[in-house]
């Protein structure tokens, strides 16, 4: 059988926050099943398809629900990445696939665990530190939907193959939103990474990575490597006394040009070529681009976009068109990929048996 191609697509999904941990009995089977699963999918299709599939956020969201999880739960986010990583361990040579980062602490040893193995790639890992460093950045300073990230998951093969899993959470509305990044797909980190998006509802937000923020993120680029930085704090202050429209996103109310001062004239002395440039440098976080965008904006006349980059519900699709016509041939596929697996597996009838039936309601719905 040959690998099914499904689209490279990246997307978030909104999911309800869920607290507490999995019980220690479940989080085993589910380590052995992810374990048995990955390595017939790797044997039969190879580690880069394996990455395609977990890139998918539908293929993601059913491995999460074979495992025993509830389909809408944010939980399986973290807990499925931990399961992946913990099941792999001692295999990951064989397989030629390495998951590093995880949750909280753990996310912040990315580039340590991606420099650990880098004895065994066939490739310069500085790239894969860079690529896992930018997706972060982009979905935490480019993107500001109001989800804070928590959580980081970095796949790689030895060829240099990546996809990203990270998640944020809103303490608002105790909804976390995940993210995901397929590393064949991404042309570039500041221009609609983003190949397919999934929430449940759009919201606000400030998203420079659109293709239409592209006047802005040059116009910010030059405003902060052009204008000397006192005058940039000049014009944020005269910006502080701006009544902005209420339906506006963004809002002088949180600028504070006095802490702003430090890491403005660093990115004046360092002179970045472009806003991926910019946005790469160490202190440049959520409040500096908001601030270069709200002088972009009202200063210069270059308005970011708005524009939630949300594009398609949480699910499969609609019967009814709404937001999309069911992607029914890779529903499918995606659902006999995963059977497929489950009965290659050295995993007993019993477990193979209710993995199935799992499947079968993930198919159903």
């Known amino acids: 059988m040959s690998a099914v191609a499904i689209p490279t697509r990246t997307g978030i999904a909104n999911l309800p926050l869920h607290y507490g941990r999995v019980p220690p009995w479940l989080f085993d089977r589910m380590v052995k099943l992810a374990r048995e699963i990955t390595i017939a999918i790797v044997a039969d299709f190879g580690s880069v398809e394996m990455l395609r599939r977990l890139s998918h956020p539908y293929w993601f969201q059913a491995f999460g629900c074979i495992l025993g999880y509830d389909w809408h739960s944010s939980g399986v986010t973290t807990t499925l990445c931990g399961a992946l990583k913990e099941g792999l361990k001692g295999l990951e040579r064989d397989l030629g696939l390495f998951i590093a980062g995880g949750k909280g602490k753990t996310s912040r040893r990315t580039p340590e665990e991606i420099e650990n ?7 310069n890992p500085v790239p894969l530190v860079y690529a896992s460093r930018m997706s972060a950045k982009v979905d935490s300073s480019a993107v500001q939907d109001g989800y804070q990230l928590y959580h980081h998951s970095f796949l790689f093969t030895t060829s240099g ?10 303490e608002a509305t105790r909804y976390a939103r995940r993210y995901h990044w397929l590393g064949e797909a991404v042309n570039s980190f500041v221009n609609e990474p983003h190949s397919a998006i999934l929430s449940e509802a759009r919201g ?12 802005a993120r ?3 680029t030059d405003i902060a ?5 006192q005058d940039i704090l000049a014009d944020l202050k005269k910006l502080k006394t701006l009544d902005l429209p209420p339906h506006h996103y963004l809002s002088t109310h949180d600028l504070h040009p006095d802490s702003l001062s430090r890491i403005l004239l660093s990115t004046y002395e360092r002179q970045p070529e472009d806003f991926e440039q910019l946005l790469g440098l160490k ?19 270059v308005a970011p976009s708005y524009r939630d980059p949300a594009r398609y519900s949480f699910a499969h699709g609609g019967k009814d068109g709404i937001p999309y016509p069911v992607d029914r041939k890779t ?11 489950i009965n290659k597996t050295k995993l007993g009838l019993r477990e193979k048996n209710e993995a199935v039936n799992r499947l079968k309601r993930v198919g159903r719905r």
Request: glycine content about 8%; charged content about 15%.
């Open 161 to 170: 193959s990546w996809t990203v899993i990270q998640q944020g959470m809103s």
């Open 204 to 215: 606000q937000a400030l998203n420079l990575v659109a293709s239409e923020s592209d006047p």
């Open 331 to 341: 529903y499918d596929q995606s659902i006999e990929l995963l059977r497929k697996a």
């Open 218 to 220: 040059t116009t910010i």
């Open 117 to 123: 193995w880098g004895n065994l790639l066939s490739v």
């Open 283 to 301: 202190g440049v976080g959520p409040k500096t681009i908001r601030a270069l965008s709200l002088i972009s904006e009202l200063v210069y006349g």
């Open 225 to 229: 490597t052009d204008q000397k930085p």
